[in-house]
């Protein structure tokens, strides 16, 4: 029997048990985790250069710290960035948390140094240019811990919560919660290498599987009415263009945040996760579809900068399955692109005509995804997407001059599943008694900043 059961080992579920520990709490603590421990987390593709749809699931997003480890590692330190979280607790209580969390990360060897916050005539200039082109330009100061330099405090933390008694079951799959009447009683969890089951009680349970587990989560949530909503999900394309393109922002922002809503749809698209000399990447889910992402290292560097632009969609009356909705895009995008990535050319989007593998070689910008497949990503792309993404590239490209040109790569399918959102109160207590779900999966967060705080705030609540 346990006090806490963490499901998850991503930024939200570990921050959750180190936050108890900086506490003094002395209650027992296990954390589930489906992936292996951070040193054994290895994607082969560094060697063979081509995805390996790896089973029983992707090392990229599966393992300690979650999709944070092999991630870009920018921490956003601003309450406008990273989810909905600042409005279930406040805005000014979010960003103390914010500060508080960057400190933790600081003390296990985050670099000192913030991006976006000097020259600010220069970012005058830039959201000048912004207003103009009716584009919104979010100030957030970023840390960047870099993909190897994230990996190196994870392991950190991993090896303080194991030395300070916390257990870790790796290899280990949840696969459902234990109720009785409304009261959550631990979870029946598989070993996923051997496939034994067993049942761990305790007297806390915390969902917290980040966007791969957003659906088995969904399910969850309807086997067992745990109260929720259908939220946003958001479908959109990783542009990559060369570092020259992107300069004048990269020196000054590192990111540039971006929010429009072009005519004549007027919907949220928004730029995100922003990797100058950057390296496009595939994530495989487990039912195998594979979507695109973006990271950067903080010594090895690309010719190019890539980014993610995204369109927020809602559904409600007759059809509320948002996370359904971007798989099926996913799927065709796949199915056309041989379930590999597919990339086109901003300029061949406009003459509607497919990309080609020679017209590729011929470019100026060589792609960082070597294995993504020259097509066209039009014909996989619903029509109101693919225009607010054509107005919105036209829009930056006042902020960025040649944003918009020819040879932009636009890859696809780039799908951000953190539908979902679970009721919870500000201690995040679910309808269900003990039961408490944190970070991208409860639909509240979308990226490491704001699951970590998500985890700080579960802990002091738990310590
Ligand atoms: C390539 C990439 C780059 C990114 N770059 C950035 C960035 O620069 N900045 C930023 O802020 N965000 C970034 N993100 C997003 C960020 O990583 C996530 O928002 C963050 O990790 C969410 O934390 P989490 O704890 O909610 O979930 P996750 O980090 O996804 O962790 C969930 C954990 O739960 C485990 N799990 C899932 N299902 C089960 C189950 N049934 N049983 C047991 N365990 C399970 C998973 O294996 C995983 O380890 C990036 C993501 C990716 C994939």
């Keep these: ?53 790896c089973k029983p699931y992707c090392h990229i997003t599966t393992g300690f710290s979650g999709a944070g480890a092999f991630s870009d590692g920018k921490l956003s330190l601003s309450y406008e960035v990273g989810g909905e979280l600042p409005e279930l607790i406040g805005a000014d209580f979010a960003q103390q948390m914010i500060n508080y969390t960057d400190s933790i990360y600081l003390e296990f060897g985050a670099d000192t140094k913030i991006e976006g916050i000097s020259e600010t005539d220069k970012i005058k200039d830039i959201r000048k240019r912004a207003i103009q082109a009716g584009l919104k330009l979010v100030d957030c100061p970023i840390r960047h811990l870099g993909t190897e330099k994230a990996q190196e405090i994870y392991h950190r933390i991993q090896i303080y919560l194991l030395e300070h008694g916390v257990e870790i079951l790796f290899s280990h799959s949840c696969e459902n919660i234990i109720l009785d009447e409304n009261m959550c009683k631990g979870a029946v969890v598989k070993n996923v290498l051997t496939g034994e089951s067993q049942t761990i009680y305790a007297n806390n349970t915390i969902v917290t599987v980040g966007r791969r587990g957003a659906l088995w989560f969904e399910k969850l949530c309807l086997e067992h009415s745990i109260g929720h909503q259908p939220g946003t999900v958001d479908i959109g394309v990783r542009v990559e263009v060369r570092n020259e393109i992107m300069e004048a922002v990269n020196d000054v922002l590192y990111e540039s945040k971006l929010i429009g809503y072009p005519n004549p749809f007027r919907n949220k698209v928004r730029t995100f996760c922003q990797n100058p000399g950057g390296f496009v990447s595939q994530e495989n889910y487990d039912d195998d579809l594979a979507v695109v992402n973006g990271h950067s290292y903080k010594e090895l560097k690309s010719e190019n900068t890539n980014l993610a632009i995204l369109c927020s969609h809602n559904f409600n009356e007759p059809f509320n399955q948002p996370i359904e909705y ?54 996989a792309m619903p029509y109101r997407t693919m225009l607010n993404i054509i107005n919105f590239i036209q829009a930056v490209d006042h902020v960025v001059p040649g944003f918009a040109g020819t040879e932009t790569l636009l890859y696809s399918p780039e799908l951000k599943f953190y539908s979902n959102r679970v009721k919870m109160d500000t201690n995040f207590n679910t309808n269900i008694k003990n039961l408490h779900s944190l970070g991208d999966s409860s639909g509240w967060t979308r990226g490491l900043m704001m699951a970590s705080v998500m985890g700080v705030l579960m802990g002091k609540t738990l310590s």
């Design 326 to 379: 971007a798989k099926k895009i996913g799927e065709l995008t796949n199915m056309l692109g041989a379930n590999k990535i597919l990339v086109q050319r901003y300029g061949d989007i406009l003459d509607g005509k497919r990309t080609w593998q020679k017209e590729l070689t011929r470019s100026n910008i060589k792609p960082t995804l070597p294995d993504a497949v020259a097509g066209d990503i039009t014909s």
């Design 1 to 53: 029997m346990y006090d806490v059961l963490i499901v998850g080992a991503g930024p939200a579920g570990i921050f959750t048990a180190l936050e108890m520990l900086r506490n003094k709490s002395e209650k027992k603590i296990v954390i589930i985790e489906k992936g292996m421990a951070i040193e054994n987390r290895h994607c082969p593709k560094t060697k063979t250069k081509k995805c390996m749809n």
